[in-house]
């Protein structure tokens, strides 16, 4: 059993509150790594590519983690 399932069995389930919050999550770490990727390329601005470069992994866990979440849920 996930860690997700454990806890709502203990404390009582899952809210619909949880799943929107999650969803939006989701949405906004999709959106986060469009602009980062977008950022990644850009040929003016050195230092900005290298950071956008750098946050993809961080935000594309996060991102991932929040799916997670989301299945664990189903």
């Known amino acids: 059993?996930?860690?997700i399932k454990s806890l709502a069995l203990k404390y009582g389930g899952y809210?619909?509150?949880d799943k929107v919050y999650l969803d939006q999550q989701v949405a906004a770490h999709?959106?986060?790594l469009t602009l980062l990727?977008?950022?990644a390329d850009n040929t003016e601005a050195p230092a900005l590519a290298t950071l956008a470069r750098e946050l993809v992994t961080p935000v594309t866990a996060h991102r991932d983690r929040a799916r997670t979440l989301?299945?664990?849920m189903k």
């Open 30 to 32: 999709n959106e986060t």
């Open 15 to 17: 809210t619909s509150l």
């Open 70 to 72: 989301l299945d664990a």
């Open 37 to 39: 990727n977008g950022f």
């Open 1 to 3: 059993m996930t860690d």
